[in-house]
């Protein structure tokens, strides 16, 4: 059994009808948190109510993993209401993205989890047609221990290379919202991932400076960028961000590859934070050492 | 004379000419620094020159203060540019608001200066009435030493209280943006001004949390909200956001005032940064020590 929580914002019924018969077709036997319909203005219910139902979960032996029903805003408000020893006690697979991404960096850091940063059952499986994402969401979750190795033609080169590193990182938004905070993402020597979504061009560059300025580049062996779906540079303008990928990035060696399906896209790789994997430009690839799952 | 420039987003030539006259009418000779009307994408020009712009006004001692021509974004990106050696041995009067703030908390921390939020030639000026607020800004920058009272009547008060503090503070987007760079702000024992426009209530809420899980309502005497124009709970919903203040911040005793005009509306107070000034909720003011012009 896998529980289905609401840990951000609130959910929209009919999509999580239909995720909920997505993960069921995948042979996932869902169970749904208490409060994951609760509506309180941009959040799925109290603070206290969403907290809760996450500690449940772990708690509740019969759940072998955590699956995230949407992102949206709110995740970083239970946070300080999650309990690390519990969650160690009871070590699960929990997967999300988005909003999402400050639980992850926490289970990450302060719990010593595996976190996947993947699909949400509402929010992804739910919307999305995620016909490729399926298969390699299944593999990763409850497939053989060895990683395997990822590619997508669609991806561009930034900066050739190969490099080898834990994954780390997520919604470009949530990692700046991190920084000074508790729950600061430590991105040294790892393969950084960075999405987001509905951006404009003007605030992305703004938060890559600030991670930059905030010395979050520094010992980072490679980068992932996702799609960035509806980022634009502007009205009229190439939807490509490169150029201004290029322009705040530091100058080095470290291999960079951007529109990977990493993000809000139609297509979404699962991919287990805190495993060490190696980015390699030539195959448009990442490999990884394994899938996290204990 | 005083210098007018474009240290952040591109200038609509119509809002510049209308600004332009407005602060002609106040008595000010306006000097153009060389770039202002440059564009490049969502920038007025390229970073060394909007620097170079600054700087000249800086150095050139024929003018005697320097008005920013609107904020929109990109100051951050030039701040490594500046020479804080050279604004210290020139202090002058400068004056912005919105994107402005990341190099007024720089001019105010690292070179000395005494720089004042407020109205801009283009964005403010040259889009809004700006009747009261031009008296204000003259009084302050031209007037006598005497700091003086200002006083709203629509303000509200969220928590009585009085209380002394050096001003600090500005656009909330920009307060989270310093977060972990070297261009940080300091709010300890100040009194916090706080505002936004055109962010959705979560945002707001998301920044208001950073802000306080990195320790940046410690020590804090006062806070005062700016009006936060078009910043909504959301469809339906009242568009006062103090029930959402009130949750995020820290229950204490310091007095906090919402919907003053120090952000994005019709009238604007110029306030001078760093200068020591008394919150008073009953008489739903702010006193200057001084005006803070030397």
Redesign the interface.
């Known amino acids: 059994m896998v529980g289905v929580v609401a840990p951000a914002?609130p959910v929209d019924p009919e999509h999580l009808e239909t995720g909920l018969g997505v993960i069921r077709g995948m042979g996932f036997e869902p169970v749904l948190g208490r409060y994951v319909n609760d509506r309180n203005?941009?959040l799925a219910g109290k603070d206290e109510d969403r907290a809760d139902d996450l500690m449940v979960m772990f708690q509740n032996t019969d759940i072998k993993a955590i699956f995230c029903a949407r992102g949206?805003?709110?995740v970083?408000?239970i946070l300080p209401l999650l309990d690390p020893k519990i969650i160690r006690k009871n070590p699960k697979v929990v997967v999300g993205s988005s909003d999402i991404t400050l639980l992850l960096i926490h289970l990450l850091q302060k719990c010593g989890l595996v976190p996947f940063h993947g699909p949400m059952v509402s929010g992804s499986f739910g919307c999305k047609p995620m016909k490729i994402s399926k298969t390699q969401f299944r593999k990763v979750l409850v497939g053989d221990k060895e990683g395997g190795r990822l590619t997508a033609p669609q991806t561009r080169v930034l900066q050739e290379g190969t490099a080898r590193g834990k994954l780390v990182g997520g919604c470009l938004t949530l990692l700046?919202?991190s920084?000074?905070?508790?729950?600061?993402v430590q991105t040294r020597d790892g393969i950084l991932l960075i999405e987001d979504v509905n951006e404009?061009?003007?605030?992305i560059?703004?938060m890559l400076?600030?991670l930059k300025?905030?010395?979050k580049f520094r010992g980072v062996k490679g980068i992932v960028f996702g799609e960035m779906i509806n980022c634009r540079?502007?009205e009229g303008?190439s939807d490509k961000l490169d150029s201004l990928f290029q322009d705040i990035l530091p100058k080095s060696s470290i291999p960079i590859l951007t529109n990977c399906p990493v993000g809000h896209g139609n297509e979404m790789w699962t991919l287990p934070l805190g495993v060490e994997a190696t980015l390699d430009t030539d195959s448009q690839s990442l490999r990884l050492k394994n899938n996290g799952v204990s």
């Open positions: 914002g203005n941009f949206g805003y709110g970083n408000r700046c919202r920084l000074k905070t508790p729950y600061e404009p061009a003007y605030r560059d703004g400076w600030q300025a905030a010395g540079l502007g303008l």
